[in-house]
């Protein structure tokens, strides 16, 4: 897995930020990319994908949640690892960043070990999703490549993070997994985020699964298992 492959791609407008951000990246080895607005970020987009994305929230042209929602909901992006990079330090923005489909989200001021290591971390999580592009259970398949999910050939509509959380689970079936562990599995490290989060991704998950929703157990005073003896 050569970091070389392609460039991570900087959306930053801050000229001294964009700078520091191209040293510690290249200094751990990344090729990297600057945008300084969302219209050049697209752009380079359009050209070839990159690794991975640094998406800064408060650019001069569009917001970077914008961009993070329109590349969401592309199937060439939707699974491209973005990570929020801004000065916003609070909680529900993070919330919002996440839940919108970031990958990771790092506040300014940011130690550049602790960034080099989130990269790492959400491009491991990428490349184990990646062995497995497709995958079935029951009724229930989802099409990673397409960011598609099919409930009896059926594509059912998920949000960013259903989505997230199906594809986990479908990678760890008939595993019990508590709240905490699927916030970092499938959110991240992110200690602000409270476990009834899971439960609200859960019941949104269910609800688009339809019959198929049965497969999704809840254990109780442990967590959740994604359960492949299903009728649905
Ligand atoms: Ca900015």
């Not at 897995?1 to 990344?30: C, H, W, Y």
């Not at 970031?102 to 080099?116: G, H, I, M, N, Q």
């Not at 960011?147 to 050939?153: D, E, I, R, S």
Request: aromatic content about 6%.
């Amino acid at each position: 897995m050569s970091k070389q492959n392609s460039p991570i791609l900087v959306v930053e407008d801050e000229p001294g930020i964009a700078e520091l951000l191209r040293f510690t990246l290249a200094a751990a080895g990344f090729s990297v990319d600057v945008a300084d607005n969302a219209q050049a970020a697209r752009a380079a987009l359009a050209n070839a994908l990159p690794q991975a994305v640094l998406l800064d929230w408060m650019l001069p042209d569009v917001p970077g949640i914008t961009l993070l929602r329109e590349w969401r909901n592309c199937a060439r992006t939707a699974a491209l690892p973005i990570i929020m990079l801004t000065a916003k330090g609070l909680d529900e923005d993070k919330v919002r960043g996440l839940n919108a489909g970031a990958d990771d989200y790092v506040t300014k001021p940011f130690s550049p070990r602790e960034l080099v290591a989130r990269i790492n971390a959400v491009l491991r999580r990428q490349s184990l999703l990646l062995a497995t592009a497709e995958q079935s259970v029951g009724a229930i398949t989802l099409d990673d490549e397409r960011h598609l999910v099919l409930v009896h050939g059926v594509t059912v509509e998920l949000g960013p993070a259903e989505f997230k959380l199906l594809r986990f689970m479908m990678g760890h079936a008939e595993r019990v997994f508590s709240r905490a562990q699927l916030l970092d599995q499938v959110w991240g490290d992110h200690a602000f985020l409270e476990e009834r989060t899971v439960d609200v991704h859960i019941m949104r998950l269910r609800k688009s699964l339809g019959a198929s929703a049965d497969c999704i157990k809840t254990i109780r005073g442990v967590g959740y298992m994604l359960n492949t003896d299903i009728p649905g």
